[in-house]
């Protein structure tokens, strides 16, 4: 069980969320979660490669997981990503 929960992320979602559009559910949950994680995989990739930091990044927060999903899971469930939807169409 990974912790935190999926209600706890999105509770999190639920802090930046905007009036004008729909609330969070496990979809968004998961979609912001995956994306960030893929953030921070960049940013320790380029640490690595020793390149420019202008579009990455860094984890919002102090964790001990080097799991990239998790830090991006404790990020969002503690309100400290904010997203927004693309309108469609």
Do not use: W
């Not at 390149?51 to 999903?69: M, Q, W």
């Amino acid at each position: 069980m990974n912790k935190p929960t999926v209600d706890e992320i999105i509770d999190g979602l639920l802090k930046s969320h905007d009036e004008q559009e729909e609330k969070p559910n496990r979809y968004t949950a998961v979609m912001v979660t995956a994306k960030r994680a893929r953030q921070i995989n960049s940013y320790y990739r380029s640490l690595g490669e020793g390149g420019s930091f202008e579009d990455v990044a860094p984890p919002l927060i102090h964790t001990t997981s080097r799991n990239y999903l998790t830090i991006a899971m404790e990020e969002v469930a503690r309100g400290e990503i904010s997203y927004r939807l693309r309108a469609e169409g």
